[in-house]
């Protein structure tokens, strides 16, 4: 996670404020709630992208505060409107960067190289309830691990989520046992 | 076969493979001149590798916006991470013309992209990888499912004799002006009118007929109104109409212009020619009106009141006994 920050922060030019990361056994009727934490009642816009390696797979949820991109267009020197267009890239950039980062970086821990999906947008401007169906996963107990970003003297604020598969969770003990031992 | 001759087939299949993958394949060093040019790119720009090889990538591309792309491959070559484009964000990066006379029916391919970084034996980042994925048809699927989703979302709202709103629909955004108008305070007035013995007109005429007059009158109540008004068929021949930050004054002269157009108008069907009249009732929003059905009623009572009094006329909605114009 330290990685991602520091990567962000030299692409920014900026100080990354970096809380402990939350992490947490969760189950999947409790995903809604471990989302609806990360932004109280404000609209969000939020990304998504898999990746999958040695048996490790999850997904990566990136969810922004929509009241963040006026600073964000300003600290990654975006030029062109901020539309709903102009949004949408400054949301690809900083989640190739954040995501790709945090993937990479837990890679590098676990000895493993990361095939990485294409993001996908899950919906801008949208209430949280709205980015996710709810129901019909198919597990029922993972591990989630979860980061909040903030920037100082900004008012960005964004929340990324790490959410790896039931099967993982066993893969990644194993993984760390044996690099540990 | 000897080790060093297997390596040299294995060697082989890759090239082989990269060449013939569906998927574009291009690398680019530092100062983004071309340095690989796989099949996939080869057959779709017409362009052979030897025509692109060690040419600047913005110069030979016009349709890749220079600091666009940058913004995304820099990251790749500083922070050693990888970048991805999507489709919604940039239809294509290379302009390739549509392939695909019976099943593509978009002009050019659209693209994703993913841009890799290639280390070097020094763990330096000289060069990147930009992948190009052919998504036409995931995106032609999706904008098909939006324009289905739109269709359906105005059918299930639109009266379809009148293209005006239905009475579900129409209630639901008044529901939501109501409410508004509770936080806000400014005047909105709402204005109810039917047209006087509708009966007649279908049982004289027909039902066509009858329906051509209601036909026409929603027409008229579309040229007349501003396009922040909320107009629906409320019944069979009940209209309503929001008028959004209007007072009931100025609602009255909006719905007297109705009625003298209506009252100057002959609909002329195959047989006949048909002249009707409509009856309205204008209720301003009060502070009295807590539920959204209290204001519909008091625009109600003053419809009445318009036909009590011989139709033809506007009568405005008061707590004392109402008055016709």
Redesign the interface.
């Known amino acids: 996670m330290g990685q991602a920050a520091d ?1 962000l922060a ?2 920014l030019n900026v100080y990354v404020i970096l809380p402990i990361p939350k992490v947490n056994m969760i189950s999947s009727s409790e995903l809604q709630m471990a989302l609806a934490d990360t932004s109280s009642n404000k609209n969000v816009s939020a990304v998504c ?1 898999g990746f999958i390696g040695s048996g490790i797979a999850g997904e990566a949820l990136l969810v922004f505060n929509d009241a963040s991109f006026s600073d964000l267009a300003q600290l ?1 020197n975006y030029k062109g409107p901020l539309d709903t ?1 102009g949004e ?2 400054l949301l ?2 900083v989640s ?2 954040l995501i ?2 945090c993937i ?1 970086g837990i890679g590098e821990q676990l000895e493993i190289t990361f095939n ?1 999906g ?4 899950l919906g801008q401007h949208c209430q949280v309830d709205d980015l996710i169906k709810s129901g019909n996963h198919q597990w029922s107990q993972t591990l989630a691990i979860e980061i909040n970003y903030k920037i100082e003297n900004m008012n960005i604020n964004c929340d990324l989520l790490l959410l790896f598969t039931e099967d993982s969770v066993a893969k990644i003990n194993q993984q760390v046992d044996y690099l540990l031992d | 076969m000897t080790k060093a001759s297997f390596e040299f087939a294995e060697m082989h299949w890759l090239m082989d493979v990269l060449q013939s993958i569906d998927v574009g394949l291009v690398i680019l060093d530092r100062d983004y001149k071309i340095q690989l040019w796989n099949g996939f790119m080869e057959n779709h720009s017409g362009l052979r590798p030897d025509d692109v090889h060690d040419k600047p990538l913005f110069g030979s591309f016009s349709e890749i916006p220079e600091t ?1 792309f940058r ?2 491959a820099e ?1 790749v070559f ?9 489709w ?2 940039r239809p294509y990066l290379f302009k390739f013309k549509n392939y695909r006379p019976i099943t593509g029916r978009a002009a050019n391919m659209f693209q ?1 992209s ?1 841009i890799i970084p290639l280390e070097s034996i020094d763990g330096s980042v000289k060069h990147i990888c930009l992948i190009i ?1 052919d998504v036409t048809d995931i995106a032609i699927n999706k904008e098909d499912l939006t324009k289905a989703n739109g269709n359906l979302a105005y059918l299930s709202q639109t009266d379809s004799l009148t293209e005006l709103f239905n009475r579900g629909h129409w209630e639901e955004e008044f529901q939501r002006e109501h409410k508004r108008c509770i936080r806000s305070k400014n005047p909105s007035s709402l204005v109810m009118f039917d047209i006087d013995h509708f009966k007649n007109v279908n049982d004289t005429y027909g039902h066509p007929a009858g329906d051509e007059v209601i036909r026409t009158l929603a027409s008229i109540v579309r040229q007349t109104v501003r396009e922040t008004d909320i107009c629906g068929r409320y019944g069979g021949e009940e209209f309503t109409i929001l008028l959004i930050d209007t007072d009931a004054q100025s609602a009255a002269l909006f719905t007297e212009r109705l009625r003298k157009k209506v009252d100057d108008l002959i609909v002329k069907t195959d047989n006949h020619d048909i002249k009707f009249t409509i009856s309205s009732g204008i209720a301003e929003y009060s502070p009295n009106f807590k539920r959204h059905g209290d204001w519909i009623e008091a625009a109600d009572k003053a419809l009445y009141h318009s036909k009590e009094n011989g139709r033809n006329r506007t009568t405005i909605f008061q707590n004392k006994p109402p008055q016709s114009l």
């Open positions: 990567r030299r692409l992208q990654m267009h949408l890239e690809m950039d190739s960067v790709g980062a990479q990485q294409h993001p996908v947008v | 666009w913004q995304k990251p500083e922070l050693k991470t990888r970048t991805f484009t999507i919604e964000q994703n993913t994925y």
